[in-house]
């Protein structure tokens, strides 16, 4: 049975940094693209950071870039995101997400594009 299990989160003073994994069981990553989302209170979910299957292609959300690196270990079926430079604002319950048609293409990083998720972990950043 697939699962996506979502780890790394936690408590990080403003301008900190944390690593997310997002651990895939029940299959392979290699042919389907992931997304990172995140939803604070009261607020869309939205999408963080997409990676195609292979790896070779990114898109990242305008209030992350330079400061977010999402990258993947298929080997592993793992993917990762490297949160820096947190602001207050980057507070959110984050979530990985499948795309479970299989696709070489560079990945659409909105909700609909995903339709298998994880159960999301918090991340909470305040001093």
């Known amino acids: 049975q697939l699962h996506l299990v979502e780890s790394g989160g936690g408590l990080v003073q403003p301008g900190g940094s944390l690593r997310l994994s997002c651990a895939a069981s029940?299959?392979?990553?290699?042919?389907?693209?992931i997304g990172w989302f995140r939803q604070a209170p009261g607020k869309e979910r939205e999408g963080v950071s997409c990676?195609?299957?292979?790896?070779?292609?990114?898109e990242y959300g305008d209030s992350v870039v330079g400061r977010f690196t999402i990258s993947r270990d298929n080997a592993k079926s793992t993917v990762y995101l490297q949160m820096n430079s947190l602001k207050p604002e980057d507070t959110a319950v984050y979530y990985c997400a499948l795309d479970t048609i299989p696709s070489t293409s560079r990945p659409v990083c909105v909700t609909s594009s995903f339709d298998y998720w994880g159960q999301g972990t918090q991340v909470t950043v305040s001093s």
């Open positions: 029940g299959f392979t990553l290699d042919h389907y693209a």
């Open positions: 990676v195609s299957s292979s790896g070779d292609s990114t």
